[in-house]
């Protein structure tokens, strides 16, 4: 028990190091608020595309979605961040996060936001292009926000999903919190540091968990 | 612990339940409601949406557990802990609004489950008796179907057929055509008819008034959990003592 | 030399894949099998717990949902580390392989369970009533009546979740798991050439490209019959 306590809940290292796990949290919640609004944006593009029911066009980007569905997020992270040196392209860690993400990300909102906008029937275009509102209009007015009704159980899941990948960022030295949690486990050479990085993770994810769990089980109590 | 009891025309008493309480939370559904039913009797309940009958029914083979009262089936105590309420329940066929086939099985596959799991027949068996109930329903061409793709009332008949297969004592039917297209009703009251003339016990729970007048022994009418009036069809339809009778059957007759 | 020279010289470099081509197969065994038990143990053990939590035992469920609430909400890369490099300090000591199959298959099994008793509930409640009242225990019910229904309706959510946790093996490389990524890694150190990640990709795609497509497929059957 002592050491237990000894090695995962250290105060005397906890204190030592909070600043650095704050410093963490700080990059983590910036990724997240950048990554996934742009990763969404994306999406909404992706579902947008499909909409128009070009062949060309839906052919092209199911190769995109299942291409960048395909990549396990890590690999695709670790190639942009080693690749694109290569190419005469320096971008920061942070860049290549932003980057390899999107294109997971939007994939995954895309396919997702497609399969919301799918779930609306015919009657709504209809009735909305039949009093002269235009394609678009049409589509932002009145089929996303049901679309998004149907999915929002889906979407919230990626989100959360999303929000997990940032940890990914801490594998090419990007200061986030799993990867300031490890410096600070490398400097007091106790693993409270990981222990809290986890409780972190917890304490933020926790909340969205449930969130997720409630609207599950009310879209499935709706669906009988 | 049999208890015999005998009713005054010497027939056995098939299910008896007395003084039937349930409650759900503040709801009162049943508010101390007997009901005896006789070897080879069929009785008729009705009342309107909401006074308890589908409770009653649930009551008495424990899908709802009374909050008061007692269940005998056979002279079973069928409400007491120790029992094996599944052993009891295979002697108890019920009969749903809403078929509750199995969707994932033929209806050979609906019927012949229970024979192979609670009567641990072997599947040559089950089929064969699972085949008898079909033909008793008249719908052997129709084993290897699907639910899905049956009509409502070939449905509800695979659904009768599931439950007598087993041989049960007594059936309980609960608005067993109300989900039914009107042209589709026919088909299943002719085989309720035909238990009836073989002398299947039988509560029945229903609208179809026409089919209570000419087969039911018995007529209850129900209103907030307790039972309003009972008597012979005759007696109900044709001279209820009470006004709520009076109210429900002018609605139901007007529609 | 030209951009496209390179690109090709540090992406496609033949005598990089020539000389690294068997560890990086070496790696995709490592990753297969590496998937294959988590998919196995994550599937089996996730429809145990919701046929444990159908029980409806109030402390056993709190548990259940407890634990599955956080391997759902930690990222996977988080617990992998914490069990590699905190555990050994209270002396419980597991090899980056054992670490990368017991994380994920916790996290699958988790999210399996979520999607399993998702299923349960939606099964109709006359089904339950319907095989009770022929006399069915609780027990043949759930595996006759229920599961095979509930079973049916969670394959598409199943086989999308399945293939997000089967990639996260990649994962497997920060604990030293001689994974396709980790030996991709290595030659890339050794060559100092991008060329081994770049078989590291196409062998991910090779494995992931013909799942991702079959869920297409899967999604699009279940949802018409819906
Ligand atoms: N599972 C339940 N939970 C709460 N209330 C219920 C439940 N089942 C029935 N009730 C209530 O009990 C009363 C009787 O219902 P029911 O027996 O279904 O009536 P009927 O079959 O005559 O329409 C109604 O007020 C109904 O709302
Ligand atoms: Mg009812």
């Given at each position: 028990m002592e050491q237990l306590v000894q090695n995962f809940f250290n105060i005397e290292v906890l204190i030592k190091v909070y600043p650095m796990l704050l410093k963490g949290v700080w990059m983590t919640l910036q990724l997240c608020v950048v990554v996934v609004p742009i990763g969404f944006l994306g999406g909404l593009l992706v579902a947008i595309g499909y909409s128009f029911h070009n062949r060309w066009l839906n052919a092209l980007l199911i190769v995109y979605v299942d291409f960048f569905r395909a990549f396990p997020p890590l690999v695709l992270l670790i190639f942009v961040f080693y690749g694109t040196p290569y190419v005469g392209l320096e971008v920061p860690a942070f860049v290549a996060v932003l980057i390899a993400f999107f294109l997971n990300t939007s994939s995954y909102y895309g396919e997702i936001l497609r399969a919301g906008i799918e779930s609306i029937g015919r009657g709504q275009w209809e009735a909305a292009r039949s009093t002269g509102i235009g394609r678009l209009q049409t589509m932002f007015y009145v089929i996303l926000p049901q679309a998004m009704r149907n999915v929002a159980p889906d979407l919230t899941s990626n989100t959360l999903e999303v929000i997990k990948f940032t940890a990914l960022a801490s594998v090419v030295a990007l200061p986030e919190l799993l990867r300031m949690g490890r410096i600070a486990q490398g400097i007091t050479y106790n693993p409270t540091p990981l222990i809290a990085v986890a409780l972190i993770y917890l304490a933020m994810l926790w909340p969205l968990v449930r969130f997720l769990s409630r609207l599950e089980r009310r879209m499935l109590v709706k669906q009988r | 612990m049999l208890i015999s009891i005998v009713n005054p025309n010497d027939r056995p008493v098939v299910l008896d339940a007395k003084g039937i309480v349930k409650t759900f939370g503040q709801v009162?559904?049943?508010?101390?409601v007997d009901l005896a039913v006789t070897r080879q009797e069929l009785v008729f309940v009705i009342g309107p949406s909401g006074s308890g009958k589908s409770t009653l029914l649930r009551c008495c083979n424990r899908l709802e557990e009374p909050t008061a009262g007692a269940v005998y089936v056979d002279g079973i105590d069928i409400l007491n802990r120790g029992i094996n309420i599944n052993a009891v329940r295979r002697h108890i066929g019920m009969v749903f609004q809403s078929f509750n086939l199995y969707p994932h099985m033929t209806a050979l596959g609906n019927v012949t489950l229970a024979l192979r799991r609670?009567?641990?027949?072997s599947t040559r068996d089950a089929n064969s008796r699972g085949m008898e109930a079909l033909d008793g329903v008249g719908l052997t061409d129709k084993a290897g179907a699907y639910p899905g793709e049956l009509s409502g009332g070939q449905q509800q008949r695979v659904a009768i057929a599931r439950a007598l297969s087993l041989e049960p004592k007594i059936m309980l039917f609960d608005e067993p055509t109300s989900a039914l297209d009107p042209e589709l009703v026919g088909s299943v009251l002719e085989v309720m008819r035909r238990m009836r003339n073989t002398g299947m016990t039988m509560v029945v729970v229903s609208h179809e008034m026409r089919f209570a007048r000419e087969a039911a022994d018995r007529v209850i009418f129900m209103d907030e959990g307790h039972i309003v009036e009972e008597g012979t069809p005759s007696d109900i339809f044709?001279?209820?003592?009470?006004q709520r009778t009076r109210t429900f059957l002018s609605a139901v007759t007007q529609k | 030399m030209s951009a496209l020279e390179r690109i090709k010289h540090n992406f496609f470099d033949l005598e990089v894949i020539e000389k690294y081509a068997p560890s990086i197969i070496d790696g995709l065994w490592v990753t297969l099998h590496l998937a294959l038990f988590i998919i196995v143990c994550g599937l089996v053990l996730g429809l145990l717990l919701a046929v444990v939590r159908s029980f409806q035992l109030r402390f056993i469920n709190w548990l259940i949902i407890f634990v599955v609430d956080i391997f759902r909400a930690l990222p996977p890369i988080v617990i992998m580390i914490v069990f590699y490099f905190a555990l050994p300090f209270v002396g419980i000591q597991m090899s980056g392989f054992v670490v990368a199959w017991l994380s994920l298959t916790l996290v699958l099994a988790s999210f399996v369970e979520e999607i399993f008793w998702a299923g349960i509930l939606s099964v109709d409640k006359g089904q339950w009533e319907a095989a009770r009242s022929t006399g069915l225990s609780f027990f043949q019910t759930l595996c006759n009546v229920v599961l095979p229904q509930a079973i049916r309706m969670t394959i598409p959510p199943l086989t999308n979740r399945t293939i997000v946790i089967t990639k996260s093996?990649?994962?497997?490389s920060v604990v030293a798991v001689p994974e396709i990524l980790s030996q991709a890694g290595a030659a890339q150190g050794f060559s100092a050439n991008t060329t081994p990640l770049t078989m590291a990709a196409i062998a991910y795609l090779l494995i992931f490209i013909p799942l991702v497509a079959m869920s297409r497929v899967i999604e699009s059957k279940f949802a018409w019959k819906r």
């Open positions: - | 009162k559904a049943l508010n101390g609670v009567l641990k027949l044709e001279a209820p003592q009470h | 093996t990649a994962i497997a």
